[in-house]
């Protein structure tokens, strides 16, 4: 039985706002706040600050890793501001680089967390398959010069479907108390130059995503069979899997909270 999560509640007198984010990771250390790197997370309180004229902290519903970009990104801080909350994406986006931007703002219940409240996430890793690498997408997408098998790709990914203990799909460093975890869609979309894969689940390890990016991709290069998934899955051994995809394909798409009606 997992231990109960304990969700601080918003403050009396405050009330809990939540945002919807989006950013190019390209420049950032990731999502989370760190000393010595500048973070998507440390922009986003900046922004907050000089809007509230007090030090807001946010909580991020996932903690991206450098270089991975967000369309979807939920966070949610207390303030006793009365500015408006549909006016919030309005007037921090003035406050905020160009590269990240606050897409829309609501009131959630005090007791509600961005982070542990989550009921599904979706991913987007991208793949350019051409010779030359895109010049204008170059930081958005993966570059794979190498010609590859879709239809055994698209075989490959009925193996992650269902829930499973993904142990081996997890990077040193992670530090899951489980490692079971449910994939509702695993899905591979065109059919010329430009890949997009597709990953909904209820939760996800540490460099999950990417792991199965770089797996996929090395099946589609034929150097790791159709069953590589399904082994992995089995024998819970990292080894089975392909190289961790760059950073710079992945994207957080959405997230989705049975609470709010979010989900679909």
Same mark, same amino acid.
């Given at each position: 039985?997992?231990?109960?999560?304990?969700?601080?509640?918003?403050?009396?007198?405050?009330?809990?706002?939540?945002?919807?984010?989006?950013?190019?990771?390209?420049?950032?250390?990731?999502?989370?706040?760190?000393?010595?790197?500048?973070?998507?997370?440390?922009?986003?309180?900046?922004?907050?600050?000089?809007?509230?004229?007090?030090?807001?902290?946010?909580?991020?519903?996932?903690?991206?890793?450098?270089?991975?970009?967000?369309?979807?990104?939920?966070?949610?801080?207390?303030?006793?501001?009365?500015?408006?909350?549909?006016?919030?994406?309005?007037?921090? $986006?003035?406050? &905020?680089? @160009?590269?990240? %931007?606050?897409? #829309? *703002?609501?009131?959630?219940?005090?007791?509600? /967390?961005?982070?542990?409240?989550?009921?599904?996430?979706?991913?987007?890793?991208?793949?350019?398959?051409?010779?030359?690498?895109?010049?204008?997408?170059?930081?958005?997408?993966?570059?794979?010069?190498?010609?590859?098998?879709?239809?055994?790709?698209?075989?490959?990914?009925?193996?992650?479907?269902?829930?499973?203990?993904?142990?081996?799909?997890?990077?040193?460093?992670?530090?899951?108390?489980?490692?079971?975890?449910?994939?509702?869609?695993?899905?591979?979309?065109?059919?010329?130059?430009?890949?997009?894969?597709?990953?909904?689940? $209820?939760?996800? &390890?540490? @460099?999950?995503? %990417?792991?199965? #990016? *770089?797996?996929?991709?090395?099946?589609?290069? /034929?150097?790791?069979?159709?069953?590589?998934?399904?082994?992995?899955?089995?024998?819970?051994?990292?080894?089975?899997?392909?190289?961790?995809?760059?950073?710079?394909?992945?994207?957080?798409?959405?997230?989705?909270?049975?609470?709010?009606?979010?989900?679909?």
């Amino acid at each position: 039985m997992m231990e109960p999560i304990y969700k601080e509640p918003a403050l009396p007198g405050t009330h809990r706002v939540l945002l919807t984010i989006s950013y190019d990771g390209t420049a950032y250390a990731g999502w989370q706040r760190q000393t010595n790197a500048v973070a998507v997370q440390q922009k986003v309180e900046e922004a907050l600050t000089a809007l509230t004229g007090r030090f807001t902290a946010i909580t991020g519903s996932s903690r991206t890793d450098a270089g991975v970009h967000a369309l979807g990104q939920r966070a949610h801080f207390d303030t006793d501001s009365r500015i408006p909350v549909d006016k919030y994406p309005f007037a921090l $986006n003035t406050h &905020l680089p @160009n590269d990240i %931007r606050v897409l #829309a *703002g609501e009131v959630v219940p005090s007791d509600f /967390h961005a982070r542990f409240d989550t009921v599904g996430k979706l991913y987007t890793y991208r793949i350019h398959n051409a010779p030359h690498a895109s010049a204008l997408y170059r930081n958005l997408c993966a570059h794979v010069p190498q010609k590859l098998d879709k239809d055994l790709m698209r075989e490959s990914l009925t193996a992650l479907l269902g829930t499973h203990d993904f142990a081996a799909f997890q990077a040193a460093g992670g530090t899951a108390k489980t490692t079971v975890r449910t994939i509702e869609q695993a899905e591979l979309k065109g059919e010329g130059e430009d890949l997009t894969l597709l990953i909904l689940g $209820n939760g996800f &390890l540490y @460099n999950m995503v %990417r792991i199965i #990016a *770089g797996t996929l991709l090395d099946i589609g290069m /034929h150097r790791l069979s159709a069953q590589a998934f399904q082994q992995a899955i089995l024998k819970k051994n990292r080894l089975l899997l392909g190289v961790t995809a760059p950073a710079c394909g992945l994207e957080l798409t959405e997230v989705y909270y049975r609470s709010l009606a979010m989900m679909g």
